[in-house]
Every structure is written in structure tokens, then in C-alpha cells.
């Protein structure tokens, strides 16, 4: 018999449950043990380890020197051997009141009794692979802290971008979405610079490529960065946000992305039938590889308000509720779901995520379509802020925010903490 452990490195993440405090056995950074077995698969050549149970050779019977026979004929004869006695019953504090079991044939806390049972039955799981780095990324050399969303960077495209991902490949996150804060001067009432060939995310795209071949790099697809009216489309002289003129835009700024080595485009504006539109443009270009996720559901949230100062990206006049949905909305989402399975996207995304759970779920049940669930920077920051002035313990509070997210349907996460939560599945401290 032979068992086969794949890839073991970053596998035990992937089993861990959120009460890894208490978990026995499985936590790597103080088993030192599983840190020893990672260190020497890692030093093998090949990329799997055969583990044969024929060749163990610590049997206890044989030290004990009897046959099974004559272990059996022991018992028989009544020389039964010593085995340590039933436990005593532990103690209750005194005071505890004297009761009569409650009639009940079903405990469900029977299930949850110790970690080990909580970890086999544990219904949803929460790995490094689930998740999608967002990163902003700037012209300038250093990188830039945002104020509203501690520990996240405006990223120097050349080189503090280029570490940053290094750093979550090595905890298993292997899937970027870049947001570029584009200088002023280069912003327009219809958008242009965002199908620059040569602009800050193709050739962002180009160089992650040339360093890391196998990164899947995510787009988005949206005119706001480059607008200088701070909307995602084209505005018109009496403030109405035209929807096919600005999706005329959406198609040459997604296969730009795509001519730059794009794995994922992802229209975030919530114009009417732009996925079906850059599915042409794509295809039309010999981009058909290239996947598409639509922003499905994205609400006119108050919780992007961190992320547009990270771009310096608001509106400069009006809000986003003629084209994002009304928060109020369930049953619309249906709508965008149709819609976009017909256009023929490849996944479908929720935005914001935490307080849109029940549409997460919605999506989950009415499509077969991969749902991505973007954790978005209000949620990121309010979570920080809790952490730092010790309201919350940020740490779990991060895992819990993730799992749930996960719990309610989603298989991709895109969200900030996607280093740091890594970091924490895969064992290592900050
Ligand atoms: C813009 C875009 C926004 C976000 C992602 N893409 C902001 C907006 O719609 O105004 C928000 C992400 C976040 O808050 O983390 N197309």
C-alpha cells in the first residue's frame, strides 16, 4: 500500500480551520515536525513523495515477542493484559446544579466536541489558492502608503510591485488584479490613456510576465482611473453617463490589456452589454483565450470610499447610481446574471462582499459560473481600524471575514488581505 503526498508544501493551509489555536497537530509554525517535513519534501527533486506502509517496522507485537495465536490464547485463559483504567468522571464546580439529563436524541455539540471532529467535518474550506491579490500601482519610484487603508501601498510599478507579488507567490497566492492612479494630466472626459499600448498597466502587465510567466494577471475594465470626471464612462454635458459610446472605450482598453499578456479582463463600470461587446473584441483580435469576469453586482457603495482616495478616483461631481446597483436590491441581480451569461462571461463578481452575502448566494444558486466575491477597501480598512485600536482581534477577525465569504459561495476572493491571510494559513507570523 503507498499513499502519495502532492505538493505537501502549501497543502496544509488548505485543511486548517479557524480555530487553528486549538488545532492538534496541523499548525506549522510550532510543529516542528511538519516544518521538518516540509523543509526535506522541498529538498527532493521530484515533485511527489512515495510512502510505503510495508516498509514501517515498529509493529508492537513483534517486541513483544507472542504470536497472535498466543496473544489470543492469553485472553481466553483469562490473563487479561493491563490497559490504563476507565477515566474518572471530571468534576463540575461545586454549586453546579443536580439535574436530570435532557431527553435529547440528537446533541449537535456531539459534533464539535474536539478539534479533530471539527476539522473532518468542517463544510468549507479556505486556501491561498481561493485568492486575488489587488494592487495599486503607481509611475513614481518608492512606494507610496494610502492613508485610508494601512498596510496597502500605491506600488512602484518597477520594483515594489514586482516584490510585492514575489511575496504572495511564495505563500501560494498566484493571482494579481491591478489598479492603476494615473497622473492627472493624462486624464480625459472619454478616457483615452486607458487603451494606451504603452501605458502604466500594459507594461505593468508586460513586466510581471517577463519575471513571473504563470501569474494570472486580472484587469479591470472601467474608465474611472483615466477619466477626468472620475466616472467609469463617458459623461455628457448634462451629466448622463453614455452607455455604448463609453463601451466602444471598454472593448479597446480590455484588449489592450489582453495584447500585454492580460489573463483575465474585468469589467468593473456596469455598462449595459459591454461583456458581450469585449467578448467580440476579444475574439475579433485572436483573444479568445483570455477569460472575462464581469462585475455582475456592483452596488453604489459607500464602501469604496478608501480605494478612491487610494486612485484619487472620485467622482468629481454626482455619484455612480445611474450605472452601480441600488444597495436596496436583491432580485435585480438576476438581471445582471442573465445578461452576463448570455454575453458569455467566464465569471461572475459581487461587489462589495461582507454586506452582500445574500447576493453572493444568490449568484451561487442561479449560476454554474465560477462567483468571485470582492472584499472591498471599506471592509479591508474598517477591520484594520478595529485591529489597531484593539477593538477586534484583527487576525481572526480577517480569517472569520474570508471563511464566510467563502461559506456563502464564493470560490474566488478578491481582497487586500490576500498577503497577510496567506501568510496566516500558511503558518508563518508577520
Ligand atoms: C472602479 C472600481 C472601484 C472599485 C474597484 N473598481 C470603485 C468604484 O466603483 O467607484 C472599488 C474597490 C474597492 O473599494 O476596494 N471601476
Given at each position: 500500500m503507498a499513499s502519495t503526498i502532492v505538493n505537501v508544501s502549501c497543502n496544509v493551509q488548505a485543511i486548517k480551520g479557524l480555530d487553528f489555536q486549538n488545532y492538534v497537530g496541523l499548525k506549522a509554525s510550532t510543529n516542528s515536525k511538519l516544518n521538518c517535513l516540509k523543509t526535506a519534501i522541498k529538498a527532493?527533486?521530484?515533485?511527489?513523495?512515495?510512502?510505503?506502509?510495508?516498509?514501517?517496522?515498529?509493529?508492537?507485537?513483534?517486541?513483544?515477542?507472542l504470536s497472535d495465536a498466543e496473544c489470543e490464547a492469553a485472553v481466553v485463559a483469562g490473563k487479561v493484559p493491563e490497559a490504563p483504567p476507565v477515566p474518572p468522571k471530571p468534576a463540575a464546580p461545586t454549586g453546579t446544579p443536580v439535574v436530570h439529563s435532557l431527553p435529547l436524541n440528537r446533541r449537535p455539540r456531539r459534533n464539535r466536541k474536539s478539534p479533530v471532529l471539527r476539522a473532518a467535518f468542517q463544510e468549507t474550506q479556505l486556501s491561498p489558492a481561493n485568492f486575488v491579490y489587488p494592487l495599486f500601482i503607481h509611475e513614481g519610484e518608492e512606494d507610496t502608503p494610502i492613508g485610508a487603508m494601512p498596510g496597502c501601498y500605491r506600488l512602484g510599478w518597477r520594483h515594489g510591485l514586482v516584490e510585492e507579488v514575489g511575496k504572495a507567490r511564495d505563500v501560494g497566492v498566484n493571482s494579481v488584479v491591478l489598479f492603476p492612479k494615473i497622473p492627472d494630466a493624462l486624464k480625459s472626459s472619454t478616457g483615452d490613456e486607458a487603451f494606451n499600448e504603452n501605458g502604466?498597466?500594459?507594461?505593468?502587465?508586460?513586466?510581471?510576465?517577463?519575471?513571473y510567466p504563470d501569474l494570472v494577471?486580472?484587469?479591470?475594465?472601467?474608465?474611472?482611473?483615466?477619466?477626468?470626471?472620475?466616472?467609469?464612462?463617458?459623461?455628457?454635458?448634462?451629466?448622463?453617463i453614455m452607455n455604448d459610446e463609453t463601451v466602444h472605450q471598454l472593448c479597446k482598453q480590455a484588449v489592450s490589456q489582453a495584447r500585454a499578456g492580460a489573463d483575465v479582463v474585468s469589467p468593473s463600470d456596469m455598462m449595459d452589454g459591454r461583456v458581450g461587446a469585449i467578448r467580440d473584441a476579444l475574439d475579433a483580435e485572436g483573444f479568445?483565450?483570455?477569460?472575462?469576469?464581469?462585475?455582475?453586482?456592483?452596488y453604489a457603495s459607500a464602501f469604496y470610499g478608501p480605494f478612491r482616495e487610494a486612485l484619487d478616483s472620485n467622482p468629481r461631481f454626482g455619484d455612480k447610481k445611474t450605472y452601480q446597483m441600488n444597495p436596496a436590491n436583491y432580485r435585480e441581480a438576476l438581471v445582471e446574471v442573465h445578461e452576463d451569461e448570455s454575453e458569455g462571461a467566464d465569471?461572475?463578481?459581487?461587489?462589495?462582499?461582507?454586506?452582500?452575502?445574500?447576493?453572493?448566494?444568490?449568484?451561487?444558486?442561479?449560476?454554474?459560473?465560477?462567483?468571485?466575491?470582492?472584499?472591498?477597501?471599506?471592509?479591508?480598512?474598517?477591520?484594520?481600524?478595529?485591529g489597531v485600536l484593539k477593538m477586534i482581534d484583527e487576525e481572526k477577525v480577517m480569517l472569520e471575514s474570508l471563511m464566510c465569504l467563502r461559506r456563502a459561495g464564493a470560490d474566488i476572493i478578491l481582497t487586500y488581505f490576500a498577503l497577510q491571510a496567506a501568510k496566516s494559513l500558511c503558518g508563518e507570523k508577520r
Open positions: 527532493l527533486p521530484p515533485r511527489f513523495l512515495v510512502v510505503r506502509a510495508s516498509e514501517r517496522q515498529d509493529g508492537p507485537i513483534k517486541k513483544m515477542g502604466l498597466v500594459p507594461r505593468a502587465i508586460r513586466l510581471l510576465k517577463d519575471k494577471i486580472y484587469t479591470d475594465v472601467a474608465l474611472d482611473p483615466y477619466s477626468s470626471d472620475g466616472h467609469d464612462g463617458i459623461v455628457r454635458e448634462d451629466g448622463v479568445e483565450h483570455v477569460l472575462i469576469m464581469s462585475y455582475t453586482a456592483k465569471i461572475l463578481l459581487v461587489k462589495p462582499g461582507l454586506p452582500y452575502l445574500d447576493v453572493v448566494r444568490l449568484l451561487r444558486d442561479n449560476s454554474s459560473l465560477p462567483i468571485a466575491a470582492y472584499q472591498v477597501s471599506g471592509e479591508y480598512s474598517m477591520i484594520k481600524a478595529g
